[in-house]
Structures are given as C-alpha cells and as structure tokens.
C-alpha cells in the first residue's frame, strides 16, 4: 500500500511541475525593407530633408539552367526495329536580375566620430561579431563585422545603415 501511495503522490507533484520553458527568439528587424532601389536612375532618393544616404552595388543574379533536350526522335528502321530518342543535356547561364544600385538611409558624417565608432565596435563586440580592441576607426575588421551583422538581417553591406545603427541602440528612434 505505501509504494502504491508514494507512486501517486510522485505523480500528482510531477505534473505540477512544468518543462523547460523554450526560450522565443526575438523578432529580428529585416533591414532589407529600408533599401530603395531606383531601377537605374540617379540617386540619392528624395527623403526628409537632412537625410543622409549610402550606396551599395547589388550585384547581377546570374542561375544556371540545366535542361535536356531531344536531339533525335523515336524512329524504327525498315524492319521495324525501333531505336529510342536520343537526349542531350545544354546548360545555358541566365540572367535573372541586373546589376544595380541600391541606397539605404545612413548617420550623416558628423555623427561617425571616433566615440560613435568605438560604441558601434563594443555593440558589434557585444554580440559577437567584432573581436578586435576597440579603435574609434571604421577598418577592414569594423566592416567586416558591420558586414556580417546587417547581411544576417537583410542588408549586404559594410557601410552602417540607419535601420542597423537604431537596432544597435546607436541612435535614437526615427529620423
């Protein structure tokens, strides 16, 4: 009787305790919807009066197409021997966006002092993606992590994007 009990009394416990919480990620902000592509004509875009731009090069988006194609029919000869058709593969490159630039808002120049870049090197630093000594300097390991931090929310790019200086607690709100 006392194992049965004490076998009840685990389980009537263990059901109040629950499991390990998963942990929700965060929302990550997608930067790519603060890009603006002007399909080829001049920019900076019109914007707020003060605001500052970047411009980045979107490469071409080229795919290899792979394809197979008869080359010969199905055919019989006089005795009515029939020989398959015959296939070849072609594999042809497409074009499948051009080249262009794109432009994204950025802090204007007066802000990148070396104090901003050393914060903006301890925020890349803080999440992993800096880990050289703070310098104050945009160099090849500031863009490098830079580059690396807004690529994985949306922007290939090494120059500091607005959106991405915000995220980072940077600069305050919207400009």
């Not at 009840?8 to 965060?26: N, R």
């Not at 394809?67 to 055919?75: G, N």
């Not at 160099?139 to 915000?166: C, F, I, W």
Request: glycine letters at 6%; aromatic letters at 6%; hydrophobic letters at 45%.
């Amino acid at each position: 009787m006392l194992p049965a009990l004490a076998f009840t009394a685990v389980m009537v416990l263990s059901a109040c305790v629950s499991g390990p919480e998963v942990p929700v990620q965060p929302l990550r902000a997608d930067f790519s919807a603060a890009i603006t592509d002007l399909n080829g004509r001049p920019g900076p875009p019109p914007g707020p009066k003060g605001a500052c731009w970047q411009d980045e090069i979107r490469p071409a988006v080229i795919v290899t197409v792979t394809e197979q194609v008869q080359v010969a029919a199905k055919s019989a000869d006089a005795k009515g021997k029939a020989a398959p058709a015959v296939f070849a593969t072609e594999t042809r490159q497409k074009i499948e966006k051009d080249r262009g630039t794109i432009w994204f808002r950025a802090p204007c120049p007066d802000l990148l002092d070396a104090e901003f870049i050393a914060t903006l090197q301890r925020a890349l630093k803080a999440r992993g993606l800096y880990l050289a000594p703070l310098t104050g300097k945009i160099d090849k390991k500031t863009r490098q992590a830079l580059h690396r931090y807004q690529a994985s929310h949306g922007l290939e790019s090494d120059k500091l994007s607005l959106v991405a200086a915000q995220e980072l607690g940077l600069v305050p709100g919207q400009f």
